[in-house]
T-cell receptor, first 110, second 112 residues
């Protein structure tokens, strides 16, 4: 059974204070690891897909990395508008059902 | 504008009264799915559809039905809702299974 654990559950940062969110996973035959951003009262919004260990992707202040056991979402010099819940999901094996983590709630104070 | 729409956005109903939540996408996506999101449990998939007339169970299908008669539409049906189905529901679509998913705005359902 695929498992995804995200840490920390909640993170408070000052504007400009860089940090990382962790997504640890176990899956049989990774087909993709996904990062989404979810604002309160809205549907998740796609950020990145990573497929193999060593892969990295960047978008503005966000950078996602992948190893064989975990993924990190690095946030460089965050701004208050980066406040949201960040979700990690994995797809593996022959399943068409992605497994989501419970998310990390990020608050960036001005 | 590429989007997934859901209706209604909010719904309060009583136990046993059949209801349907509609979902439509305008991106010509093959794959569509329904999720529920509960505090402390995260997003869990209810049903998914690989294409028209092809549907299959997700992790939590009990008490739900779906149909895919047209590529763009994927309604979620609760034939006899119960209070434990009170939740926030999301529809999503993607070009392919395990691809990036586009989520709808959500439907908040309360069953009393």
């Amino acid at each position: 059974e695929d498992q995804v654990t995200q840490s920390p559950e909640a993170l408070r940062l000052q504007e400009g204070e860089s940090s990382s969110l962790n997504c640890s996973y176990t899956v049989s035959g990774l087909r993709g690891l996904f990062w989404y951003r979810q604002d309160p009262g809205k549907g998740p919004e796609f950020l990145f897909t990573l497929y193999s260990a060593g892969e990295e992707k960047e978008k503005e202040r966000l950078k996602a990395t992948l190893t064989k056991k975990e993924s990190f979402l690095h946030i460089t010099a965050p701004k208050p508008e980066d406040s949201a819940t960040y979700l990690c999901a994995v797809g593996g094996g022959g399943s068409y059902i992605p497994t989501f983590g419970r998310g990390t709630s990020l608050i960036v104070h001005p | 504008e590429a989007q997934v729409t859901q209706n209604p956005r909010y719904l309060i109903t009583v136990t046993g009264k059949k209801l349907t939540v509609t979902c439509s996408q305008n991106m010509n996506h093959e794959y569509m799915s329904w999720y529920r999101q509960d505090p402390g449990l995260g997003l869990r998939q209810i049903y998914y559809s690989m294409n028209v007339e092809v549907t299959d169970k997700g992790d939590v299908p009990e008490g739900y039905k779906v149909s895919r008669k047209e590529k763009r539409n994927f309604p979620l049906i609760l034939e006899s809702p119960s209070p434990n189905q009170t939740s926030l529901y999301f529809c999503a679509s993607s070009l392919r299974p395990m691809g990036e998913q586009y989520f709808g705005p959500g439907t908040r359902l309360t069953v009393t």
